[in-house]
């Protein structure tokens, strides 16, 4: 099964973001002064793995250069079955992740 970037982002936000915006709200509703917020390791180790996804490129140039040079010898095959199966198994994902909309 293949995972979209949004996907990832999107699970990855709920574990970044949600700390965040509770920071935000404390610091905002706090009036002592030095309040404090320390984060588990397990959130540090998250947010950490979240902006290592994030400077991953977009493209992977390894798998470019494996399907042109593939291209150029002219051994590509496509196979039309496999693909018309993924994007009925990328339409159905969709589908549930958007809560059935």
């Known amino acids: 099964?293949?995972?979209s970037r949004n996907q990832v982002e999107n699970v990855l936000?709920?574990?970044v973001d949600?700390?965040?915006?509770?920071?935000?709200?404390?610091?905002?509703s706090s009036t002592a002064e030095g309040d404090k917020l320390s984060l588990s390791s397990s959130a540090v180790e998250i947010k950490n793995l979240y902006q290592e996804y994030r400077n991953l490129p977009e493209i992977r140039k390894a798998l470019v250069e494996e399907i042109q040079a593939k291209?150029?010898?002219?051994s590509y095959r496509v196979d039309s079955f496999q693909i018309a199966e993924k994007m009925v198994e990328r339409e159905i994902a969709d589908?549930?992740?958007s809560e059935g909309e």
Do not use: H, N, S, V
């Open 1 to 3: 099964m293949k995972i």
């Open 13 to 15: 936000k709920l574990y």
């Open 18 to 28: 949600k700390p965040k915006a509770t920071r935000e709200k404390r610091e905002t």
């Open 71 to 74: 291209l150029q010898a002219g």
């Open 95 to 97: 589908y549930y992740l």
